[in-house]
């Protein structure tokens, strides 16, 4: 029962929000998070968003790494840049170096379709356009039955489920957050490439609050500035 009612909230709440686009986080021209593995800080992952004539990029950063008794076991840096044009999403690549190991992805808009265009370096193809890039920031995530990697390209197939109602503090702060949980529908995955995921936004702004995961590991995004 209680998941039914869990499952009504959720449809209610997407209902509500059937117009949701980046233009929800008009106000905000920069989010940092600290990553946590294991409750130490390992490292970062940065936004910064421009706009102009109704035109939006976000470039985003995300850096860390795993030590050991003052050595580096695990280097991780990732630089990308996604596009929208009048809230309408346009195009995304990033390069990353994943412990020495170089990966891409470059998504561009197929002018006949309007459907996605991947190069990445695990799936070159085309893509419905009603995916989303899994960037994390924008709570439209919750309503797709597919996001992309950011990294690599690969198209995720994922069922989300809405948890419920949850506080969440991050030092002294108190956040009233909707809680989510991201996984594979694919149930032949290995167990590295399934995705779970628990993804916590604000109660009316979907400000991208805090994200955990366990592999190897357990591992979580908080928020650190909003501005």
Do not use: C
């Not at 986080?25 to 968003?49: A, D, M, V």
């Not at 809230?87 to 006949?112: A, C, H, L, M, R």
């Not at 030092?171 to 628990?198: A, C, Q």
Request: glycine share 6%; hydrophobic share 30%.
């Amino acid at each position: 029962m209680k998941k039914f009612l869990l499952s009504i909230t959720l449809i209610l709440l997407l209902s509500s929000e059937n117009n949701a686009h980046v233009d929800h986080y008009s106000k905000y021209n920069y989010l940092e998070y600290e990553l946590f593995r294991n409750n130490k800080l390992i490292g970062y992952h940065k936004y910064k968003f421009y706009r102009e004539n109704g035109n939006l990029k976000i470039d985003n950063e995300v850096s860390f790494k795993i030590t050991k008794l003052g050595v580096d076991l695990y280097k991780y840096y990732a630089k990308g840049l996604e596009t929208y044009e009048n809230g309408v999403f346009s195009g995304f690549k990033s390069e990353t170096n994943q412990n020495k190991k170089e990966k891409y992805v470059n998504i561009s808009i197929d002018p006949n379709d309007k459907n996605l265009i991947i190069d990445g370096s695990s799936y070159k193809g085309k893509a419905d356009k009603n995916m989303i890039i899994g960037t994390w920031w924008n709570h439209e995530i919750v309503q797709k039955k597919a996001q992309i990697s950011a990294v690599s390209g690969r198209i995720i197939e994922q069922k989300v489920e809405f948890i419920g109602k949850e506080e969440v503090k991050i030092g002294n702060k108190t956040y009233n957050t909707l809680r989510f949980n991201f996984s594979s529908s694919d149930p032949s995955l290995s167990r590295d490439k399934k995705l779970n995921t628990d993804i916590w936004y604000e109660e009316g702004t979907y400000l991208w609050i805090k994200a955990a995961f366990d592999k190897t590991g357990y591992w979580e995004y908080r928020l650190k500035k909003a501005e």
